[in-house]
């Protein structure tokens, strides 16, 4: 019987087997005693030919819906060049692993190493590492730097306008290991820092704050990384990294670390993975750093390179004294993100920001001229922003309504949050992928609903 | 630096994409306020400014300063460098699926959660366990799951006193650093003169402040544990649970299962056993199976199968909590499928009887010319020791490893397991015919030859690569991170 991606004849085997003193397949397994070898197949189907499988999905996929999504919290439909896909596709990138072997593997080193620069420059932040796994695992790795980089703290404020899942992911984070999320209130939509000096005390590592918020508004962090200083606290802002192209970056008001996701910055919606988290520090905190570390060095003859380094953080060396447990990270996903900046360069950035900005405000603008949503809170937004409604009916008429257009109208608060009183705030995702045709859609669907 | 970065390769105004200009009404673009100046970004960043096809180049001459399966043989143990299906990549392109938004609802994502609730039940038959997780984004991810699951079982029982873990001194590094992060104490049981877990020192450090025993079958010397059920056993009686690090998993596909030995929490690493590529690094997936116990602390949500289809189950009490931003990394997921329902029951079994018939081949061929601590006989992967080679001949592991970039070979696994001293270990995977080990086998002979006659011009290894050994003081005392 011949199985797929297994190239032994019925001669190899006899070869090899001869070779090592064995008569049949079955005694390679000889070390396993009679009660741990399976006497049965596991249930699982036989096998299928390429076709067949091909077949078999084509079906699976047809149960997929698409819709002209205005949706976000996280995850944005926004243009990306053929560059990334084709480039990013190239067999010796994808079916690399980790570049241990640096003189071997340059090609990986230096696109790491342009990520980790392309990153400490739109944060303005001095180091970056060479990815983690999401937004909301920078999060928990943002709270465990902290944490480790100040002794005897346990406490992480935390703004409660963060993402909802990255809330959760954090609070999963501090379960049972004597940490400690303290939430500091919103008010009007943003976090109300005014809070800050009273909940602030030895205890807490830090803080973290995220703009947009879980609302999409743009938030003020003034003065925020001085007040967290003089406790010997950090500041971690946590962004949609395409937003620091218009709003203020995390250097800019002085953090301490900048983390967050690159999905907006050339990756698929992919039903939500993978994407790509990311992390850059201030250099006092370089060895606090979590994950892999890429940098610059030479050889005997003097030829400049790129090598792994700072390894003396990681797992594979410290254990359990490592900075973090992660070892594989997001790197294709980086390399994505690489390319596509290399492609739009700072400019198409700034295009990109701007007409998602001026798109969305188009939408917003018009949608709050109609009866019965409203724009509650009079605050800067970007690219996504929140109606809320006066009855849980016309929203989900609304999102039917428009549904059968063809539009993906927005997602509903609660189906992240699953509290009653988000039920009625619809967060809307405009990005410059949108085309007018499409927004004029989804006015003129909205007005029949909402006259 | 045989290609300069590309920012350097700048000339400003020059542009790789453009997009089409801003389509809504002159009057309200005009009238659009910009961000407020108190929260407008004032820096400019420095990011390429070249054309698309220095883009492609660029990135097209990195490709060929990098060493992937697709490039040739990468026997680097404990990763299953096994061959990525060109299949698995087509589908995973596939715009129904790299379209679809996470917060879609669910009546128009079942096809994407038929795929995720399907793999799980395959995962669990596999693994012989009931329930899972595929929300965990990598191996290490899935063990800070596991472990997670596990302290809120215990904290749940109120035996909170249960604060130690135990790994044998040959696991993997994620494994202690994992227990770490969430908040356990970690000991270590040495290994006995066969290379397994001792059980004498596993006895004396066990009692009821211990929450798991890690382990890994076979463990990271490429050896089957032959005391895994007395283990199980112990560890048991002494109301503690047994977690499987799935990275050694491709050597007993269809053969066993971490259930039927007793384990309680399993991870798998879909990028290694399931043939899902690596990336140069990730992204992975690390799905986390259970028993009955453990399954009302599994990550919400859940995904169920209803009436009405799939659906997104939030409503367990004792979940542990989302572990990752959305459900997972679901075209890792839809790869990992796609091997499993071309292989089916009977080509997993396969795969792993060749994978150990390689490995045992490969291991038999060498034990001539280098030691081999633990024996020849092993199951995917195993160890050897240069240690000999160190002492005559100056020659390190490091060495041997440089000399093998040179023939276009991936080197083994350097220096671990650490009980093993100038330690390669090596994984040929299934995927590698008699003639590419052959090639191998010859090549790895003839360095280990060089090694006794010339051992300088070994030592100076690599010498076809942009760049030679670097170095690694410099690296760290002159840090250059970023451009």
């Known amino acids: ?451 | 630096m045989r290609e300069p970065l590309l920012i350097d390769q700048s000339k400003q105004g020059r542009k790789a994409y453009c997009y089409p200009p801003l389509d809504l009404p002159k009057g309200f673009s005009q009238a659009l306020p910009p961000l407020p100046k108190s929260i407008q970004r004032e820096q400019l960043a420095r990011l390429p400014e070249v054309s698309e096809l220095d883009v492609v180049r660029h990135f097209t001459r990195l490709s060929t300063m990098a060493h992937g399966v697709d490039n040739g043989m990468y026997p680097l143990g404990s990763c299953t460098m096994k061959y990525n299906p060109k299949l698995s990549e087509h589908i995973a392109k596939m715009d129904a699926f790299t379209k679809i938004h996470p917060l879609q609802d669910v009546s128009t994502t079942q096809g994407s959660l038929s795929i995720m609730f399907n793999l799980l039940e395959d995962l669990s038959s596999i693994t012989g366990m009931k329930w899972g997780t595929l929300q965990p984004l990598a191996g290490a991810h899935g063990e800070y799951t596991g472990l997670k699951m596990v302290k809120a079982y215990f904290e749940k029982r109120g035996e909170t006193g249960r604060t130690k873990i135990l790994i044998p001194s040959s696991a993997h590094g994620t494994n202690p650093a994992s227990a770490m992060v969430n908040g356990f104490e970690v000991l270590s049981i040495e290994a006995n003169e066969k290379g397994q877990v001792d059980l004498d020192d596993l006895e004396a450090k066990l009692d009821d402040s211990v929450a798991a025993v890690m382990m890994t079958n076979p463990n990271t010397l490429g050896i089957f544990e032959q005391d895994i059920l007395i283990i199980s056993k112990m560890v048991h009686a002494h109301g503690a649970m047994m977690y499987y690090d799935g990275a050694n998993m491709n050597a007993i596909l269809g053969m066993a299962t971490p259930g039927e030995m007793g384990f309680d929490v399993v991870h798998l690493n879909l990028h290694k056993t399931f043939a899902t590529p690596h990336g140069g690094g990730g992204p992975g997936s690390g799905p986390v199976m259970v028993n009955d116990a453990l399954r009302p602390f599994l990550p919400k949500p859940d995904i169920q199968l209803t009436d009405s289809g799939y659906v997104l189950d939030w409503e367990s009490e004792d979940s542990i909590g989302k572990v990752s931003m959305f459900w997972g990394n679901f075209l890792v997921l839809l790869r990992a499928y796609v091997y499993i329902l071309r292989m089916g029951s009977e080509g997993l079994r396969s795969a792993s009887a060749h994978a150990v018939l390689n490995a045992n081949y490969v291991a038999k061929r060498l034990a001539d010319v280098c030691e081999i601590p633990y024996g020849t006989q092993c199951m995917h992967e195993f160890v050897i020791s240069l240690e000999e080679y160190r002492q005559k001949y100056g020659i390190r592991a490091q060495d041997v490893a440089k000399a093998l970039i040179d023939k276009g070979y991936h080197p083994p696994t350097m220096y671990f397991p650490s009980l093993v001293s100038e330690a390669l270990m090596i994984e040929p995977t299934e995927s590698e015919s008699l003639e590419t080990l052959e090639a191998f086998i010859l090549v790895f002979r003839s360095i280990l030859a060089q090694a006794k006659e010339d051992p300088e011009y070994v030592k100076g290894a690599p010498y076809s690569t942009p760049v030679g050994r670097l170095d690694e003081v410099k690296a760290i005392k002159e840090p250059n991170l970023r451009y």
């Not at chain 1, 009660?35 to 067949?52: A, K, M, Y």
């Not at chain 1, 700034?350 to 018009?366: C, F, I, R």
């Open chain 1, 1 to 451: 019987m011949i199985y797929p991606y297994i190239p032994h004849t019925d001669e190899d085997r006899k070869i090899m087997l001869e070779a090592i003193g064995l008569s049949s397949m079955e005694e390679l397994f000889s070390g396993l005693s009679e009660d741990i070898l399976l006497s049965d197949s596991v249930p699982i189907s036989q096998g299928r030919t390429e076709d067949e499988v091909q077949r078999m999905i084509d079906s699976i996929a047809q149960r997929n819906v698409r819709g002209i999504p205005f949706l976000g919290c996280g995850c944005y439909d926004h243009i990306v060049p053929s560059t990334v896909e084709a480039l990013s596709s190239l067999p010796s990138f994808v079916t690399a692993y980790t570049p241990y072997q640096a003189e071997m593997s340059q090609g990986l080193l230096q696109a790491i190493y342009e990520f980790q620069s392309m990153v400490c420059e739109i944060t303005s932040m001095d180091v970056a590492n060479a990815s983690l796994y999401d937004g909301a695992n920078a999060a928990t790795e943002a709270a465990s730097l902290m944490v480790s980089a100040k002794r005897h703290a346990s406490v992480v404020l935390v703004s409660s306008t963060i993402h909802p899942f990255t809330l959760q992911v954090l609070q999963t984070w501090a379960k049972g290991t004597g940490r400690t999320l303290r939430l500091v209130a919103e008010k009007d939509g943003v976090v109300d820092l005014s809070l800050l000096p009273s909940l602030l005390d030895v205890d807490c590592a830090g803080l973290i704050v995220q703009s947009p918020n879980r609302y999409g508004l743009l938030e003020s962090y003034e003065g925020v990384a001085e007040i967290l200083h003089e406790q010997k606290a950090l500041l971690a802002i946590s962004n949609d990294p395409l937003s620091l192209a218009m709003q203020k970056s995390p250097g800019e008001w002085g953090a301490d670390v900048a983390i967050g996701d690159t999905q907006s910055l050339g990756l698929p919606l992919a039903y939500g993975g993978p994407s790509c988290g990311y992390m850059a520090v201030k250099e006092a905190l370089l060895r606090k750093l979590p994950g892999r570390l890429v940098g610059m060095s030479e050889d005997a003859k003097g030829r400049k390179g790129f090598t792994l380094t700072f390894q003396a953080r990681e797992q594979h060396i410290k254990r359990e004294r490592a900075t973090s447990n992660i070892c594989s990270n997001h790197a294709l996903a980086a390399l994505m993100t690489t390319i596509h900046l290399s492609s739009l360069g700072w400019d198409g950035m700034v295009e990109a920001a701007n007409q998602s900005y001026a798109k969305a405000h188009y939408l917003a603008y018009h949608l709050a001229q109609l009866p019965g949503m409203t724009l509650v809170w009079d605050k800067p937004f970007w690219c996504e922003f929140p109606l809320v409604f006066s009855d849980p009916k016309r929203l989900r008429k609304f999102m039917q309504e428009l549904r059968n257009e063809g539009i993906f109208a927005g997602v509903r608060l609660s189906t992240l949050t699953r509290q009653v009183k988000d039920e009625l705030v619809l967060l809307v995702a405009v990005t410059e992928k949108r085309s007018r045709e499409e927004l004029e859609l989804y006015l003129a669907a909205a007005r029949r609903v909402m006259k």
